[in-house]
C-alpha cells in the first residue's frame, strides 16, 4: 500500500498537499493503518523541499507527535500564497510543453484545478464547484495539447478527462508507431541504393553530383573509344580486305586470291596479244588507213586538171 502514496517534493510543478495527504487518509483506510502508520508513511514519502523542511523542524521529531499535528504544521508551511484568480489564469493558459508527456500534463493541469475549487461547507455548492473545475480542466487539457494530438483530440469530442487522455495515447502511440515505420523504410531505401551499382532515382545534392561526375567520366570514355577506332581503323581495314580476299575465286584461272579481271593469267594473255606484228605499232596502222581513204576518195575535175597541167609540162621539159 505505501507504494501507492506518491512522493511530495513541495514544489510548484508537483502534486498538491492536499492530494498528497488524501491519499495517505484513503491508503490507510483501506489497510486499516492507524495515525502513527500514516505520520510514518508520509515522513517516508517527502523529498527534495519538503524533506528539508522536516529535518530542520524540531516540533515534528518530538515523540508526542501526532498525524493531525503533521497536517498542520506542513498546511501552514506549504499553504497557498496565491490568489483564486491566479490559479484561474494558470489553468486557462496551461499548455503542454516539448518536453512534457502527456500523463505530466494532466497532472499539472489537475493540480490548478484543485486549487481553483471553492471551500465551502454545504455539500452540494462543493459538487457544483467541483463539476465546474472537472468542466475547466477538460477544457484546459484539450486546448493545451499540441501537434497532431490535440487536433485529434478535438475531433473526437471527449465527454470526460479519462476519454481524452485515452484518446491522446492512442493517437500519441499511433504517430510514434508511423515515425518508426517512415524511418525504417527511409534506412532500408538507403541501403540498397548503396547496395546498387546503378540507383534510378536521386533524391539529394550528392546523388545529383555523382550523376554529373558520371556522365562527364562515360563522356569521356566514348571519345577516348573514338578516337581509339579512328586510329586502328586502316590496320583493321586492311586485315579485314585480306581475310576477305582470301576466300575470293577467279573465274578464269579457278585459283583465289584475286578476281578474275585481276587474274595475271588473263593479263599475261592480253600483253601477249598487244606484242604481235598486228598489232605492234597502233599509230602505223592508222597512217596506213588514213592514206588507203585517201586513194579511195575520188577527186574533183579542178584536181585532174592540174595534175594534167603538170604531166604536160614535165614532158616538154
Not at 121 to 141: C, G, K, T, V, W
Not at 182 to 189: G, L, R, V
Not at 197 to 218: C, E, L, Q, V
Not at 244 to 270: D, S
Amino acid at each position: 500500500m505505501i507504494s501507492l502514496v506518491p512522493k511530495w517534493s513541495g514544489s510548484e510543478t508537483g502534486i498538491p498537499l492536499e492530494e498528497f495527504l488524501s491519499i495517505i487518509e484513503i491508503s490507510g483506510h483501506m489497510g486499516s493503518w492507524q495515525d502513527a502508520d500514516k505520520l510514518e508513511t508520509a515522513i517516508f514519502r517527502l523529498s527534495d523541499v519538503a524533506k528539508q523542511f522536516y529535518n530542520g523542524c524540531l516540533q515534528l521529531h518530538a515523540p508526542e507527535v501526532k498525524w493531525q499535528k503533521f497536517k498542520d504544521v506542513f498546511r501552514h508551511k506549504f499553504r497557498d500564497t496565491h490568489t483564486d484568480q491566479y490559479h484561474f489564469m494558470g489553468l486557462q493558459t496551461a499548455r503542454q510543453s516539448r518536453n512534457e508527456s502527456i500523463q505530466e500534463s494532466v497532472v499539472r493541469c489537475r493540480a490548478l484545478a484543485q486549487k481553483i475549487v471553492c471551500k465551502v461547507d454545504d455539500p452540494l455548492a462543493h459538487r457544483i464547484h467541483y463539476e465546474n473545475a472537472d468542466r475547466m480542466l477538460l477544457a484546459s487539457f484539450v486546448a493545451g495539447l499540441i501537434g497532431i494530438v490535440s487536433r485529434q483530440v478535438r475531433f473526437s469530442n471527449p465527454q470526460s478527462l479519462d476519454q481524452a487522455l485515452k484518446t491522446a495515447l492512442c493517437v500519441q502511440e499511433a504517430e510514434k508507431q508511423e515515425r518508426f515505420s517512415e524511418s525504417f523504410y527511409t534506412s532500408f531505401d538507403n541501403s540498397l541504393r548503396v547496395r546498387s551499382p546503378n540507383p534510378t532515382r536521386h533524391t539529394d545534392h550528392r546523388s545529383h553530383i555523382a550523376a554529373d561526375a558520371r556522365h562527364s567520366a562515360a563522356q569521356g570514355r566514348s571519345q577516348r573509344n573514338q578516337t581509339s577506332r579512328s586510329n586502328n581503323k586502316p590496320r583493321n581495314s586492311g586485315s579485314r580486305n585480306a581475310q576477305n580476299k582470301a576466300a575470293i575465286k577467279c573465274y578464269e584461272c579457278e585459283g583465289f586470291g584475286h578476281f578474275a579481271r585481276e587474274c595475271p593469267t588473263l593479263l599475261n594473255r592480253e600483253a601477249n596479244s598487244t606484242n604481235s606484228p598486228g598489232n605492234r605499232n597502233p599509230s602505223e596502222r592508222s597512217k596506213r588507213s588514213r592514206s588507203s581513204s585517201e586513194k579511195s576518195t575520188p577527186r574533183t575535175g579542178r584536181e585532174c586538171e592540174k595534175k594534167t597541167t603538170s604531166q604536160v609540162n614535165a614532158r616538154e621539159v
